[in-house]
């Protein structure tokens, strides 16, 4: 028995557990806005705001970002990378980052990508996924590329705490298709393997699942079934090339789930936090602009429809 689960003969019936990720952010991204603002504090980026390379810089970078952006913006996606390079006065710093910006508002989706054989996964879902945890986030990014099964302390975990999972299907980055487009033995890619576990996870959640996957906006087309009933993280938007009004033709019909993300494009806009802020509502914009439109068109029988091919 979880500990989601009522005791067999209790005459209360079930405890309402927390709410679902998958509600709160449909929530979120209503109010908000479809974005995600990732906290990637690159040595470059801290220079570039007059701050040193050091724990001091790190710490007044982020916090400056969550001032900015944590009552305004639906998720706040801290790259744990960045902080780890400090050690342990770094992971401080990401404690600190990661309550300030939740206190605030907004859900905070922690970028760790982290997959282990599933003994050792239950250590990493004990560190993001536990509400008791220093880390406790909202969501947490992993990669099924164990085994989709080496996930399950994971999904299990975030279950019973309301957080969210996204796992890494498609990936942003020109590597990414050698593993993911591989063809596994009944015909299917790894990636729609990976996208058909995520949609069993989903199957019934109302408004959204709580698991998500991760497509890169940089995709051009998805070439895949993105129906999983969960929110489609699309990190690329910026830097890497990608634009808001390409997520139609990648994301097609399920283009009202996603969740672009942008990381430098938003981040050089500081330190000032009315420019940051303003960069991340003009990313927002532009999001509904595209996403909004798409229905449109597809309401008058021209949609992209790329999106279904497997
Ligand atoms: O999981 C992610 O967020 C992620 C997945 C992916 O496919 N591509 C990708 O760029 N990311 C992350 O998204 C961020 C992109 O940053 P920018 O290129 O600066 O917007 C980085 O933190 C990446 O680690």
């Not at 709410?19 to 220079?47: K, N, W």
């Not at 007059?50 to 970002?65: H, Y």
């Not at 706040?76 to 006065?89: I, V």
Request: aromatic share 4%; glycine share 12%; with cysteine.
């Amino acid at each position: 028995m979880t500990a989601a689960e009522p005791a067999p003969d209790s005459p209360l019936g079930p405890e309402p557990g927390p709410e679902p990720f998958g509600a709160r952010l449909r929530r979120a991204m209503d109010a908000r806005g479809q974005l995600c603002v990732g906290i990637d504090p690159h040595g470059s980026l801290l220079t570039d705001w007059g701050l040193n390379d050091d724990v001091a810089g790190l710490e007044r970078f982020s916090l400056t970002v969550v001032e900015a952006l944590a009552g305004s913006v639906a998720v706040l996606k801290p790259q744990s990378a960045f902080f780890e390079r400090f050690g342990s006065r770094g992971v401080a710093v990401l404690e600190r980052t990661v309550a300030a910006a939740r206190q605030a508002g907004a859900l905070v989706l922690m970028d760790a990508k982290r997959g282990d054989v599933g003994s050792t996964m239950a250590a990493y879902a004990a560190a993001y996924l536990d509400q008791d945890a220093p880390l406790f986030c909202d969501a947490v990014t992993v990669s099924p590329f164990l085994g989709f099964g080496s996930l399950r302390p994971a999904l299990d975990a975030a279950r019973i705490s309301g957080a969210g999972v996204f796992v890494l299907a498609l990936t942003s980055n020109p590597e990414g298709p050698e593993v993911q487009r591989a063809i596994a033995d009944d015909g299917r890619s790894v990636a729609q393997v990976v996208l058909d576990h995520i949609a069993a996870e989903n199957a019934g959640a109302e408004p959204l699942g709580s698991v998500g996957a991760v497509i890169g906006a940089t995709l051009g087309e998805a070439g895949a079934d993105l129906a999983v009933n969960g929110p489609l993280l699309a990190p690329g938007i910026g830097a890497q090339g990608a634009t808001p009004a390409g997520l139609p033709r990648v994301f097609g019909d399920a283009a009202p789930n996603v969740l672009p993300s942008v990381s430098r494009d938003v981040l050089r806009h500081g330190p000032d936090p009315v420019a940051l802020r303003n960069a991340a509502a003009a990313y927002a914009e532009e999001v509904r602009t595209a996403i909004t439109g798409a229905r449109a068109k597809h309401r008058n029988g021209a949609g992209d429809g790329e999106n279904t091919v497997r």
